[in-house]
Antibody, heavy 122, light 107 residues
Framework: EVQLVESGGGLVQPGGSLRLSCSAS????????MHWVRQAPGKGLEYVSA????????YYADSVKGRFTISRDNSNNTLYLQLSSLRAEDTAVYYC???????????????WGQGTMVTVSS | DIQMTQSPSSLSASVGDRVTITCQAS??????LNWYQQKPGKAPKLLIY???NLEKGAPSRFSGSGSGTDFTFTISSLQPEDIATYYC?????????FGGGTKVEIK
């Protein structure tokens, strides 16, 4: 079964840091670009970041550029998102998502993790 | 950024009704348009990709059409399990962007 399982969320103070992990299984992780999408409580979906299948190329939404870092470990089938300089407006459920087709950096998101909640508050 | 304008933001319909949601892009995105369903407390689920292709395993009552800037998502016969929020998403331009969502309820 193709599966994504996020972890690492929690309560953090403004200005703090957190690292989210996403463990992938059931597919050839190294062949697929991976992305992060977030959803603030009661709000819609917001695109956050992307990383190519090899890890060489990355992309960040303006709202997180310079503060978040996406990375991946293809040997351990794990995606990461390092969150730094956190703000109240970063409070959201963070979803790890897989693209549908191999080797395409941008595509439909066919598999979503269950999400991990990040709360930024003092 | 490409703005994706979904309408309506919410709707109420009876079981068996035909339901239509529209999504308008602020510029031409060809057919790089996907539709997702999100049930309360759950992650979104891909239903339609590339504007009109039904994702494997998705019920055939779901369909999509359109290209360029105007897109339509249809539920041919609304079922109780279709209660959810539906989102369109473009992936032609960075940043990828989502519509604001359409909440579908049973009348």
């Amino acid at each position: 079964e193709v599966q994504l399982v996020e972890s690492g969320g929690g309560l953090v103070q403004p200005g703090g840091s957190l690292r989210l992990s996403c463990s992938a299984s059931g597919f050839t992780f190294s062949s697929y670009a991976m992305h992060w999408v977030r959803q603030a409580p009661g709000k819609g979906l917001e695109y956050v970041s992307a990383i190519g299948n090899s890890g060489r190329s990355t992309y960040y939404a303006d709202s997180v550029k310079g503060r978040f870092t996406i990375s991946r470990d293809n040997s351990n089938n794990t995606l990461y998102l390092q969150l730094s300089s956190l703000r109240a407006e970063d409070t959201a459920v963070y979803y790890c998502v897989k693209v549908s087709r191999q080797h395409l950096p941008y595509d439909a998101f066919d598999i979503w993790g269950q999400g991990t909640m990040v709360t930024v508050s003092s | 950024d490409i703005q994706m304008t979904q309408s309506p933001s919410s709707l109420s319909a009876s079981v068996g009704d035909r339901v239509t949601i529209t999504c308008q892009a602020s510029q031409d995105i060809s057919n790089y348009l996907n539709w997702y369903q999100q049930k309360p407390g759950k992650a979104p689920k891909l239903l339609i990709y590339d504007a009109s292709n039904l994702e494997k395993g998705a019920p055939s009552r779901f369909s999509g059409s359109g290209s360029g800037t105007d897109f339509t998502f249809t539920i041919s016969s609304l079922q109780p399990e279709d209660i959810a929020t539906y989102y369109c998403q473009q992936y032609d331009f960075l940043p990828l962007t989502f519509g604001g969502g359409t909440k579908v309820e049973i009348k």
